[in-house]
């Protein structure tokens, strides 16, 4: 099976869910992260900012368009350093704005993913996996990559037969 790492990002408190903002204790991507982790085995690394996003859903996501149009990459409070010692690298994260939220490119484009497998896991109300797919194309050069799951964010607690067979189909 090799050696995992489920790098993710995950929102806690408000989140969209099924058309209206509800608090989530446990964002829906971590999750899904925690569910990989319990079918293969692997590490966890959750992608934190330095500066925090608003609390309030609708805030948030006026900051994560702007990030978008800028492109921008958000300081994180830990980063790695060096996935060597990983085979398969998991990317989870919500959809935000049709992709990964932009710190979760700030770690991966500090990574040599040569030789590496890289499969995408994205939580969504709607959007599926958007371009998350060929966005780590563009920043995991050297990878194959696995086939991407999108999970909808509302059923994401009913999730892990499903995450489960996807991930261990994966590798």
Known sequence: MGNNLIIYYSRTGENYVNGSIKNLAK???EICAEFIQKAVGGDLFEVKTVNPYAADYYECIDEAKKELRANARPELTEYLDSIDKYDNIFVCGPCWWGTYPMPVFTQLEKLDFTGKKVMALMTHEGSG?????????KLCKGASFGTGMAVHGADAVRSERAVAAWAKQNL
């Open 27 to 29: 964002g829906n991507t």
């Open 129 to 137: 996996l958007g371009s998350c797919e060929q966005d780590l194309k």
